[in-house]
Structure formats: structure tokens, C-alpha cells
């Protein structure tokens, strides 16, 4: 299936739906579901990530050069690629930070996108920036992967991207209430992801022009 379908709209009242486009695509399938969901903020690249990803990224979930976000809710492509024995399913999610949405709504697309996921893609430029009181919470969590894009700083002698993402999660010394909110959010993630690891991705194009219009170049 090349193009992608709308999965779960939000209507002008902020209810969420699923549709039956993307219920009647899953009906077709009858193995196991392996689903790739891919957070962040908007306007960053996901779309485009996730199409490469499916194997061509000049097809699939909708990408353009504007400021605009593409993608509205929750959406969904079935990919033909199995993963040990299942069918995998990419979902695409409405960036978060948008001016016309609140925290709240980026929570909720947030919360839908970790249920819905066996394994969640965190997409972010370079630069974004124990156990815990859910000590359970972490069996019902997916595998996370922190994509950072447009890497351009040069990791320390023989470290890699994984110790690179442990080294961002390590706590920060203080006492200000700024450093202690920040700790407990890094050990929240430690916490609920104890399958995570990292990823570091390139500026694809140095040129601006090509890159706003970078699906339209050949593979």
C-alpha cells in the first residue's frame, strides 16, 4: 500500500475518531502487527523519515516546504515488510508546538501514539533537548528510539550514539526546582523506556532550495 489514510481526525469540538478508511486497510490483515509510531515536533521532518523508511520517500504520508503542518491527527500506512512473523504499520503523528494547538492536544496525540506503538520513534533536531514511582509502567511501554536530525556536532572519541543518549539522560547536579523537574523527567524516561537507543542522522542536502522540495529528488 503506497499512499497513507487518515487513522484517527480530531473534529472542531477536539473529539478524537478513528476511521473507517484505516480499520477497513488493518481488516485486510490477518498476521500480527508490528506499529512504528514517529513523535515530535511539527514541521521537523517525520513524514519524510517515514516514508524513506517504508522505502521511498517520495511516496506515502504527505511532506511540503511550508511552515504548515502536513500532517492532522494520527495517520497510517501499511507497509509491505514483515518483522519476525509481522506486518508493519507506520504512524505518522501531527507534530507537536504547532501555533494553532495547545499542550493539551499534543498530549493527548502523544499519549495515543505510545498505546498504539510496539516500538515509538522520538524525531528532533540536534540541540532539543531511576527507578521510578511506576516501576511496573515500563512493561506496557513500546521500545523508543530518539532520532536526532541534522547532526553536526562530532561525538567524543570512540562514544557512540547510544552512550550519547544515556549521557543526555544522566541527571544534572543542583537544587533549583528547574534542575530537579528536569531530573525527574529524564528519570521518568529511563524509567518507562528501558529499551531505547539512538540514532544520529546528517542534513541530507547543504542546499536550501533542494531541500525544500527534497521529494522530488530520485533515491
Given at each position: 500500500?503506497?499512499?497513507?489514510?487518515?487513522?484517527?481526525?480530531?473534529?472542531?469540538?477536539?473529539?478524537?475518531?478513528?476511521?473507517?478508511?484505516?480499520?477497513?486497510?488493518?481488516?485486510?490483515?490477518?498476521?500480527?502487527?508490528?506499529?512504528i509510531?514517529?513523535?515530535?515536533?511539527?514541521?521537523?521532518?517525520?513524514?519524510?523519515?517515514?516514508n524513506?523508511?517504508?522505502?521511498?520517500?517520495?511516496?506515502?504520508?504527505?511532506?511540503?516546504?511550508?511552515?504548515?503542518?502536513?500532517?492532522k491527527?494520527?495517520?497510517?500506512?501499511?507497509?509491505?515488510?514483515?518483522?519476525?512473523?509481522?506486518?508493519?504499520?507506520?504512524?505518522?503523528?501531527?507534530?507537536?508546538?504547532?501555533?494553532?494547538?495547545?499542550?493539551?492536544?499534543?498530549?493527548r496525540?502523544?499519549?495515543?501514539?505510545?498505546?498504539?506503538?510496539?516500538?515509538?520513534?522520538?524525531?528532533?533536531?540536534s540541540?532539543?533537548?531511576g527507578?521510578?514511582?511506576?516501576a511496573?509502567?515500563?512493561?506496557?511501554?513500546p521500545?523508543?528510539t530518539?532520532?536526532?536530525?541534522?547532526?553536526?556536532l562530532e561525538?567524543?572519541?570512540?562514544?557512540?550514539?547510544?552512550?550519547?543518549?544515556?549521557?543526555?539522560?544522566?541527571?544534572?547536579?543542583?537544587?533549583?526546582d528547574?534542575v530537579?523537574?528536569?531530573?525527574?523527567?529524564?528519570?521518568?524516561?529511563?524509567?518507562?523506556?528501558?529499551?531505547?537507543?539512538?540514532?544520529?542522522?546528517?542534513?541530507?542536502?547543504?542546499?536550501?532550495?533542494?531541500?525544500?522540495?527534497?521529494?522530488?529528488?530520485p533515491?
Amino acid at each position: 500500500m503506497e499512499a497513507a489514510v487518515p487513522f484517527v481526525q480530531v473534529d472542531e469540538q477536539g473529539q478524537f475518531t478513528v476511521c473507517e478508511e484505516a480499520l477497513q486497510v488493518l481488516s485486510t490483515v490477518s498476521s500480527p502487527l508490528c506499529v512504528i509510531a514517529c513523535v515530535g515536533t511539527y514541521r521537523t521532518g517525520k513524514s519524510f523519515l517515514l516514508n524513506a523508511l517504508a522505502g521511498d520517500h517520495r511516496k506515502g504520508f504527505d511532506i511540503g516546504p511550508s511552515v504548515k503542518p502536513c500532517t492532522k491527527g494520527i495517520w497510517l500506512r501499511l507497509t509491505n515488510r514483515e518483522e519476525n512473523g509481522s506486518r508493519v504499520v507506520i504512524l505518522d503523528t501531527e507534530g507537536t508546538g504547532s501555533t494553532d494547538k495547545d499542550a493539551s492536544y499534543d498530549s493527548r496525540v502523544f499519549s495515543l501514539a505510545v498505546l498504539l506503538s510496539s516500538h515509538l520513534m522520538f524525531n528532533s533536531s540536534s540541540g532539543q533537548s531511576g527507578e521510578d514511582d511506576g516501576a511496573e509502567f515500563h512493561k506496557f511501554f513500546p521500545a523508543f528510539t530518539w532520532v536526532v536530525r541534522d547532526f553536526v556536532l562530532e561525538l567524543e572519541q570512540g562514544q557512540t550514539p547510544q552512550q550519547y543518549l544515556e549521557q543526555a539522560l544522566a541527571e544534572q547536579s543542583g537544587f533549583s526546582d528547574s534542575v530537579a523537574a528536569k531530573n525527574r523527567i529524564r528519570s521518568m524516561i529511563k524509567g518507562f523506556f528501558q529499551d531505547r537507543g539512538c540514532i544520529t542522522l546528517v542534513r541530507p542536502l547543504s542546499e536550501e532550495g533542494k531541500l525544500q522540495k527534497i521529494w522530488e529528488l530520485p533515491p
